[in-house]
């Protein structure tokens, strides 16, 4: 997944400002080893020039089983 981002993207995710390719991979990682059956539903919202901003709804449960 993260070979769709450039080397510079940026994010904006609930903990913070995420820059480049390596800082989102790293996060992505964390995120999948602790959300256990992450459905995710991604929405493009708007674009213009070189810049997207796309909306995200998930849910997952933890290693409890907690949802």
């Known amino acids: 997944m993260a070979q769709a981002y ?3 993207s940026e994010w904006r ?3 913070g400002l995420l820059k480049g390719r390596e800082t ?7 995120k999948r080893e602790k ?5 995710q ?5 708007c ?3 070189d810049r997207i901003s796309v909306s995200f709804e998930s849910g997952w ?3 409890n ?3």
């Open 13 to 15: 995710s609930q903990t």
């Open 6 to 8: 450039t080397e510079d």
């Open 24 to 30: 989102i991979k790293a996060f992505l990682k964390r």
């Open 47 to 49: 674009f213009s020039g």
């Open 65 to 67: 089983r907690q949802w």
């Open 35 to 39: 959300e256990l059956d992450c459905r």
């Open 61 to 63: 449960h933890d290693a």
């Open 41 to 45: 539903l991604e929405e493009l919202r």
